[in-house]
């Protein structure tokens, strides 16, 4: 059989374009702002990750410039080897320092961040237990490692120990959780987990991609809400939400960085981030530990927006302060049709549909960012309102 035989049969892209709800790969033509103009149009923009609203903001556009003016635009080659800038060295260390840690290792993508981690810590006699609903770049971490893995119903902490009373003794025991899940915007049940692991001798890896300048007093992350950050032993992160640039990390013991980087090969065989990104991170990081209220003010206009969507009577499932807030339509023509009626009178919002969240809960995934305001919520709200009234009868 022809190997491209799939790709010539794979028809279901035609067929939303065909049907003209076809709702990717919208083209941006200006910053990742609350109000952004994307194909000729103005847009109310609630579908970014873009917590903290620093991609647009000056200084952090300064340093990637200056940045590039001094160690040009790429590194040409692994940190293993001669893609290691002083200013590498220099974010490994703000982070460390900031999320309480002996050491950090960045990576080029926050992706890759999971999947070298992971696959360097976890061999053939380890086991890995993680919760149903996490990343896919947790479970991709997991295929490239040996070890084998065992998956607990979201958020069950029932599911979770009976997991873990499947383990030999003589096994090392990585869990590892979303701390924000993406999709559902709740919050890991961290208290709970960090228990079980002393319990059973386990490890506890956060991925914090969406808890970090989102969650705790000083945006810390998912740890630093609930009073834990001495209790989780990885925390892993993205450059790409609230440090507004690209690229990933750890923050671990020194021991355990120091393996990783050793160890790992998507961290030893890939080009580093380039200096303009790290640049951009770390200015990032400095506004985050100088503005707290960015913070404060991201939690308090997802919350003005979660509370106007209850009282529009909008299906929403109220489970934490987060800024990710799902807006459920459960059929996949019905998400897609509410996106591009949602695009057309000014809005923007991403679909989600399975394999990323299970058959029959497609939704809207809306999310936010410190710099929106209320005005443009309040019209938001209006809009997504009208739409979901507009397409309440179709099903797939």
Do not use: W
């Not at 200056?66 to 080897?81: P, V, Y």
């Not at 490890?203 to 914090?208: E, K």
């Not at 991201?298 to 209850?310: A, E, V």
């Not at 109220?318 to 059929?331: A, E, L, N, S």
């Amino acid at each position: 059989m022809d190997l491209f035989k799939k790709c010539e049969e794979y028809d279901q892209v035609e067929k939303l374009r065909q049907m003209d709800v076809y709702p990717y790969f919208h083209k941006l033509e200006s910053k990742q702002n609350p109000q952004v103009t994307m194909e000729g149009k103005d847009i109310i923009m609630i579908g970014s990750n873009n917590y903290l609203g620093l991609t647009s903001h000056p200084e952090v556009i300064e340093a990637g410039i200056k940045a590039i003016e001094q160690f040009g635009s790429g590194c040409s080659g692994s940190r293993f080897l001669n893609g290691t800038l002083t200013t590498h060295v220099l974010l490994e260390k703000e982070l460390a320092e900031f999320l309480k840690k002996e050491d950090a290792v960045t990576f080029s993508t926050g992706f890759q961040s999971n999947l070298g981690i992971i696959s360097a810590l976890c061999g053939r006699t380890d086991y890995i237990i993680s919760d149903k609903e996490n990343h896919a770049s947790i479970y991709d971490g997991q295929r490239l490692s040996f070890a084998k893995t065992l998956r607990y119903n979201h958020s069950d902490m029932e599911d979770l120990e009976r997991q873990l009373k499947a383990v030999p003794d003589t096994a090392g025991i990585l869990i590892v959780t979303d701390g924000v899940f993406s999709m559902g915007g709740d919050i890991c049940k961290l208290p709970e987990i960090v228990k079980l692991a002393k319990k059973y001798g386990a490890r506890v890896m956060v991925d914090d991609a969406h808890g970090l300048g989102v969650l705790g007093a000083h945006g810390r992350g998912t740890a630093e809400h609930f009073g834990l950050e001495d209790q989780v032993d990885i925390y892993m992160g993205t450059f790409s939400k609230s440090l507004a640039s690209l690229g990933g990390y750890m923050a671990a013991k020194k021991s355990v960085c120091e393996y990783v980087r050793h160890n790992s090969r998507p961290f030893i065989f890939s080009a580093s981030i380039t200096p303009a990104s790290v640049a951009c991170a770390r200015k990032a990081l400095e506004i985050l530990k100088r503005e707290p209220q960015r913070v404060s003010r991201l939690r308090d206009i997802s919350n003005y927006m979660r509370k106007g969507l209850k009282n529009a009577g909008i299906d929403i499932i109220d489970k934490d302060q987060t800024p990710i807030i799902p807006i459920y339509t459960y059929y996949n023509l019905r998400t897609f049709t509410a996106c591009k009626k949602l695009f057309e009178r000014g809005v923007y919002v991403n679909s989600t549909i399975s394999p990323a969240v299970p058959v029959g809960k497609s939704l809207l995934r809306t999310s936010y960012m410190a710099t929106h305001t209320e005005e443009q919520m309040d019209i938001a709200i209006k809009h997504i309102k009208e739409v979901l009234e507009e397409v309440k009868d179709i099903m797939d």
